[in-house]
């Protein structure tokens, strides 16, 4: 499948933090500490015959980076450890996961049915793009399981979910939804971007496929974009590998060396800012002039049972909607002390703004705060200070 079998120890039987460190390392002659940077975008042969050899896949090692790089390929590897996966392919970036993952195993005629509470941009991929090219899609209220089983048609292919869904933080049924797309003959895609790969394994809960946003919290220092698409050897394959390497929507080696550092440190950062985002909704569940909180972590959460079942923990991002709507949540936003404005701190516009659908307006739903941004390091001060915007969004 992949011209690059070079040989990686695997780390497997390690605890999930050490083969975030460990897993995948290709060390070159020199013998470096940290992974070196493979800034190429072709390798050289020592004759015609090894060079025809590599094409064939009869010789192990690079190619060409649109499809093949030391620095990609240790990051696709250090994931696959991780989730638990057989295969994976790094994108440019989380859009370019979910779009390579929905749309390359798909032809005219086919059908995909996915919650509709989604990111704007993946929900703009099912339900403006893949009609155009002939590919119909059902959007359903991902929490009833007999929308998910009443949308299935003879030809459905993909089922297409993410949980918690961003913003609205509702927990769907992994096991069940796979169930219902298994015996509709159709495979189970998981964006598992909110839940993050320490608090979620699709794959064990059923689903076929998991994509990662990696610009999120497998960075999360706000450095660079990225992606990944994780499933089964035959998955990659068949409908991934010559996709991505004919269309060439890749991650850059610069990106995927960034993201190998960041990968280091993500069980320690998401476990801090879980601690976090607890204690911000903890404080802010209290406050007189919140209307509605939401937080995957806390027994109030209307889908608690199913947390505990699926998920180890709770989540980095808290929702909460501020009384008097949107004029009151831009005086929160506008009175924050500490949490910078940003489209990652969800702006209550921000997110959707590209899409043609709003769904978040159309929800009503203003969440003002997202955790992908909070410390880094546990930190009661910043909890402390969650009121600020609440407190400065008067009436
Ligand atoms: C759930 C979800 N999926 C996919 C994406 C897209 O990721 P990227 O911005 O890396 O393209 C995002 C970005 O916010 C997201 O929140």
Redesign the pocket.
């Known amino acids: 499948m992949s011209e690059v079998t070079l040989p990686v120890s695997s780390t497997a039987h390690y605890r999930p933090e050490t083969r975030l460190v460990h897993s995948g390392t290709l060390r070159s002659q020199f013998g470096e500490t940290s992974e070196a940077l493979f800034l190429t975008q072709g390798f050289v042969y020592d004759s015609a015959e090894q060079c025809e050899a590599r094409f064939k896949g009869e010789d192990p090692g690079f190619l060409y980076s649109r499809f093949s790089n030391p620095n990609v390929s240790m990051f696709e590897r250090r994931m696959i450890e991780l989730e638990g996966a057989e295969a994976a392919r790094a994108t440019?970036?989380?859009?370019?996961?979910?779009t390579t993952a929905v749309l390359a195993p798909l032809k005219a005629g086919d059908h995909v049915v996915a919650a509709k509470a989604?990111?704007g941009?993946?929900r703009y991929v099912v339900e403006d793009l893949l009609p155009r090219y002939g590919i119909g899609s059902t959007l359903v209220d991902g929490l009833d399981l007999d929308q998910w089983r009443r949308a299935m048609r003879p030809n459905t292919r993909t089922c297409f979910l993410?949980s918690p869904?961003?913003?609205t933080l509702d927990v769907l049924d992994i096991g069940a939804i796979a169930e219902i797309a298994h015996q509709g003959g159709a495979r189970l895609i998981v964006?598992n971007?909110?839940a993050t790969p320490i608090w979620q394994s699709p794959l064990e809960l059923g689903a076929d496929v998991v994509?990662?946003?990696?610009?999120?919290h497998i960075d999360g220092q706000g450095r660079c974009?990225?992606?990944i698409i994780l499933s089964s050897e035959a998955f990659i394959a068949e409908h991934i590998h010559t996709f991505m390497r004919q269309t060439g929507p890749s991650m850059s080696p610069f990106n995927a060396w960034v993201l190998l550092k960041g990968l280091e440190t993500l069980a320690v950062r998401v476990r801090a800012q879980t601690e976090t985002a607890g204690a911000v909704a903890d404080a802010l569940a209290r406050h007189p002039k919140i209307s509605r909180l939401i937080y995957p972590g806390r027994s109030d959460h209307p889908q608690a049972a199913l947390v505990k079942k699926q998920m180890r923990a709770g989540s980095t991002l808290v929702g909460f909607e501020v009384k008097g709507g949107k004029a009151a949540a831009f005086r929160c936003l506008n009175a924050l002390k500490l949490s910078r404005i940003s489209?990652?701190d969800h702006h209550p516009s921000a997110?959707d703004a590209g899409s043609p659908r709003r769904t978040r307006h159309q929800r009503g739903f203003y969440p003002v705060l997202g955790g992908?941004r909070a410390p880094r390091r546990s930190d009661r001060g910043f909890a402390s200070r969650a009121g600020d915007g609440v407190r400065g969004a008067r009436e």
């Open positions: 440019a970036t989380g859009m370019a996961a979910v989604m990111f941009s993946c993410e869904t961003n913003p964006d971007v909110f994509v990662y946003s990696a610009t999120k974009l990225g992606g489209s990652v997110a992908a």
